[in-house]
């Protein structure tokens, strides 16, 4: 099994970044997390999330079912569905799963899976620039940006233990970056 896992502080531009690599290098596929969250207007149950009640979220967790899980906010977990992962790396038109996850799951992840899997963090210029971009894309309250900057701080603190880190500054060039990342984890997994 190979796994690809990208993660970034909310608004670093990961979600671009992840479409354009899931386009420009064949054979990918993602992982739909499971969350405790409210669906945003034009999410989808199985799509972006498997959206579950709390009580669904900690029956899963103590059947087992996850491969990792965290409380990313206070009262909202995010897991990683065990079955889905290994539903995916069975298929044999896939040479690599690929996981949106927050950085202690993506830590864990590394410290499960070794060699087979490939930590990329997706860090913005700067705590400015992320700033801007929560602001101008309107789907969090005020007090959830502020939550979310906080948040990014403490994420930024881990950036060195991931196998790279790619700087959205430019995104054509970020996308080149990711894109030879995974490139070359595929080749070096002879997948
Ligand atoms: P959002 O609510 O913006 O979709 O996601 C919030 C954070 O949760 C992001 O950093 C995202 O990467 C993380 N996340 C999503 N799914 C998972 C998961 O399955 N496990 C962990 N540990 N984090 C996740």
């Given at each position: 099994?190979?796994l690809?896992?990208?993660?970034?502080?909310?608004?670093?531009?990961k979600?671009?970044?992840?479409?354009?690599?899931?386009?420009?290098?064949?054979?990918?596929?993602?992982?739909?997390?499971?969350?405790?969250r409210d669906?945003?207007?034009?999410?989808?149950?199985?799509?972006d999330?498997?959206?579950l009640?709390?009580?669904?979220f900690?029956?899963?967790?103590a059947?087992?079912?996850?491969?990792?899980?965290?409380e990313?906010?206070?009262?909202?977990?995010?897991?990683?569905?065990?079955?889905?992962?290994?539903?995916?790396?069975?298929?044999?038109?896939?040479?690599?799963?690929?996981?949106?996850?927050?950085?202690?799951?993506?830590?864990?992840?590394?410290?499960?899976?070794?060699?087979?899997?490939?930590?990329?963090?997706?860090a913005p210029p700067?705590?400015?620039?992320?700033?801007?971009?929560?602001?101008?894309?309107?789907?969090e309250?005020?007090?959830?940006?502020?939550?979310?900057?906080?948040?990014?701080?403490?994420?930024?603190?881990?950036?060195?233990?991931f196998?790279?880190?790619?700087?959205?500054?430019e995104?054509?060039?970020?996308v080149a970056?990711?894109?030879?990342?995974?490139?070359?984890?595929?080749?070096?997994?002879?997948?």
């Amino acid at each position: 099994m190979n796994l690809i896992v990208l993660t970034a502080p909310s608004g670093a531009g990961k979600t671009t970044i992840a479409r354009r690599l899931m386009a420009e290098v064949g054979g990918l596929q993602f992982s739909v997390s499971a969350t405790t969250r409210d669906p945003r207007p034009a999410e989808r149950h199985g799509v972006d999330y498997f959206f579950l009640s709390p009580d669904a979220f900690r029956e899963r967790l103590a059947a087992g079912d996850f491969l990792e899980h965290e409380e990313v906010y206070p009262g909202r977990f995010y897991g990683t569905l065990r079955q889905e992962v290994e539903r995916i790396a069975q298929r044999e038109d896939v040479r690599a799963v690929v996981l949106d996850i927050d950085v202690k799951g993506a830590i864990n992840v590394k410290r499960l899976y070794g060699d087979a899997a490939r930590t990329l963090f997706i860090a913005p210029p700067s705590l400015t620039a992320l700033a801007d971009r929560l602001h101008s894309r309107g789907t969090e309250t005020e007090a959830q940006v502020a939550m979310r900057l906080e948040r990014a701080k403490m994420e930024m603190s881990y950036a060195h233990e991931f196998d790279a880190t790619v700087v959205n500054d430019e995104l054509e060039a970020a996308v080149a970056e990711t894109v030879a990342q995974v490139e070359a984890f595929l080749e070096q997994r002879g997948a």
